[in-house]
C-alpha cells in the first residue's frame, strides 16, 4: 500500500510507483521531515546530522541539547515560533496579539481513497483502480488549543503527492491566522535551480530558471488572482536538471487567487521549497470551534529531468483534476467573435459568421464580449447579463436557434465576477462591490470587482446567468476576468483580512453551483488570457484562454512555458488574424494554424468574411487534419523538443500512451545566411520499432529519429511550419 507507518521507529513513508516520501515522529513530538525521492526502502532518519551550532540557534526548552535545533532539522509543517528562523508555513496570533505556537504530534489517520476538500477544488481520486489513500496527521499546540489537521493524498501510479492543511481552534479563545501556507519541502543538501513561470498580460508563464543562493527567492500574486505575472507552479531541481535528466520536485496549487512559492537557501546551505496562500492582505482570525483550510499543493518527483515532471502533472490535471463530460471529449473547434469584430456586431453579422464557420467546418460559434445591457463598449454594462435584443435581433435563445440552423454549436462570453459603475447593477447595490468605504476606487479596464463572499451577490449572479442559460441553445461558456482586486474591503465581512480568501470560496461555491445545473456545459476559464490560468480553476473549467497574445511566434513560447505544468488539453489555441493586433507581426496562416492546432483546445477567432478563397481552403484543411491529430493533443505524451526562445526551430511532439502514433511538430522562426539544415529529433518513440510517416509512407526506424533526428526544411525558409504524423508499423 502507498501509505504505512513503521512505529516502533514512528516513521510515516508515502510510496508511488517511483518515489518516496518519508517523515518522522521524534523523540519530543516534532514531525520532521526525511526524505522525498527516487523510490526507497527502510528507515532513512539517518539522513538527519546533529551537531552543536555554537548555540546560536533556538532549541525548544524540554530539549536541552544544543545539537538540536528546529533551526536547522529539516520540517513537514515549519510554524513561526520553534526557533525555526526560516519561512515558516504558519503563523499565528492569539488573543492579546502574541505571535507563534508549538505544534507537537498528536496522532494520525490512514484512510482509503483520496481526501476532498469541501468548497475548494482537489485532485479526486477515480475509485479503486487509483490505489488512493489519504494520511492525516494532527499536530497541536496546547496553549492555544490550535489543531493542525496535516492532509496527504497519494495517487501511487501517477507519482503524486497532493497536500493540504486544516488548522482548527479548538481552545477558548480567538486565533488570529497571519500566514497559512500548504507546503513545504525541506532539503538537507544540494545545489539547486528554481524555476518560475512569469511573464506579464498578453506574455504569460514563460520559463525563468535561476540559481538558488543564500536567501529567498519568491514569486506570488496579491491580485486577488493566480495572475498573468507568475503563475502558481514552481519546480526545483539539479543545477544540471535538463529535459531527460536530474532530480526534479514540482509544487502546483489548486487555488486561483493570491498565492506565495518560495524557495531559500538557508544558513548551512540546505533548501527550502514552499507554497500556498499569499500572507500580505490575509490575516484570519478563527473565534473558537473555527477552521481554515489552506488549499491544496499538487507535488510530484523525478529522477528523469523535467519532461517527467510535466507528464506527471499533465496526466494528474487531466484526469483527476479536470471534471465533468469534457474531460475526455474532443472539444468542439470554435470560431470566437471577439477578435473578428470586438463590440461591433449585430445578431445577424455573427449568423453570417457562423455560415462561414459552417461552410470551413468548424463546430462552434461564440458570441464574445458585448451581448448584453449597454455593453457596446469597455466602460459599461457589466452587471446587466440581460441581452442587448435590438443588438442580436430577438434573444439570446432566438440568435443560438440561427446559429444552431446554420448546422453550429453556440457559445457566449461572461464576465460575473464583475460589474462597471454604469450599470443598473449598480445603480441599485452600489455596496455590493467591492470599494473602501470613504475613498474612490481604483478601477481596472473600468470596472469594480463584486464581493463574491457575500451569498445574495453570488445568488443574484446565478439567477441572472440562469435566466440566460435557462433558454437553452448555449452549449458554452467562456468565463472571463478581467482586473485584478485592489479595494479590499467587504460590508458584511467581520474581519477585512478574511476577504479574499473568502471570495475565493464564494466563486468556486458559484462555479459549482452553475456546473451542477448545467453538467453538460463546456466552460473555458479566461482572465485577460491566462491571468488565471491555475489548476484552482480546471477543477471548474477544462479549458482556459491561454492568452490574449495570439501572435503565433509569442505563441510559441508561451505555449512551451504553460506546458511544463499543464496539458495542451488545458490550452486555448485560436488562429488569429495578421499583422497581429497586439505585435504587428505577419505570420503565414499555415505556422498559425501549426502552432493553435499542436497547441491545445483548437479555434479561430478572425473575422472569417474577410479571407480571400485560398486562405478559405487552407482553414478547411487545417480543421480536417486537426480532427485526425486531436487526440493526440489532447491526451498524448507531450515532449519539448527545443526551447522556442533560442532555437531556430520551435518544436514539440505528441505521443499517445501505448506509443502507437506520433506527431512533430515544428516551425521555423529564424533563418540565417545560406543556414545550416534544421533536424528535429523526437523522443518517447518505443526503442526497436519502426514508424511510417503518414504524409509519405516512407518507414522510419524509432531508434535512428531518436538519435539522428529527421531533416526538415532545407533551406529554410521564416515561418515553414511541419506537422509529421507516424503511425507504428512494428
Ligand atoms: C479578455 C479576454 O481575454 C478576451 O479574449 C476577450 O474575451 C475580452 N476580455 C472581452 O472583453
Known sequence: MPLSYDAPARLLTISTDNSTYQMKVDEYGYLLHLYYGARAEGDLSYLLTYCDRSGMCGCPHDVADRTYSLDVLPQEFPFQGSGDMRSPLLIVRDAEGTFGCDLRY????IRPGKYGLPGLPAAYDEGADDDAQTLSVTLTDERLGLEVELLYGVLPKLDVITRAAIVRNNGEARVTVEKAQTACLDFVTGDFDVITFDGRHAMERRPTRRQLKNGALSVGSRRGMSSNQYNPVMILCDREATETAGRCWSMSFVYSGGFLAEAERDQYEQA???M??????????LEPGEKIVAPEVIMTYSDAGLEKISHNLHRCIRRNVCRGPWRDAPRPILINSWEACYFDFTGDKLVELAKKAAELGLDMLVMDDGWFGARNDDHRGLGDWQPNMAKLGGTVADLAR???EVGLGFGIWVEPEMVNEDSDLFRAHPDWALTVPGREPVLGRDQLV???SRPEVRDNLFEQLCAVLDQGGIDYVKWDY???????????????GKVLYDYMLGLYDLLERVRSRYPELLIEGCSAGGGRFDAGMLYYTPQIWTSDNTDARNRLEIQYGTSFGYPCSAMGAHVSACPNEITGRTIPLGARGTVAMGGGAFGYELDLMELNDRACELIKSQVNTYRTIEHLVREGLFYRLTDPKDATLAAWEFVSEDGAEALVCAVVTRVDGYGLANYVVP?????GASYRMVSNGRVYSADALMDMGLPVSVPATPYESFMYRFERVG
Open 272 to 274: 527550502r521549497m514552499q
Open 402 to 404: 440561427r446559429v444552431n
Open 106 to 109: 498528536k496522532c494520525h489517520e
Open 482 to 496: 478581467n482586473r485584478s482586486i485592489v479595494d479590499v474591503y467587504s460590508r458584511t465581512a467581520s474581519d477585512q
Open 683 to 687: 523522443r518517447g518513440l518505443t526503442p
Open 450 to 452: 463584486l464581493d463574491l
Open 276 to 285: 500556498g496562500l499569499d500572507s500580505d492582505l490575509f490575516s484570519y482570525p
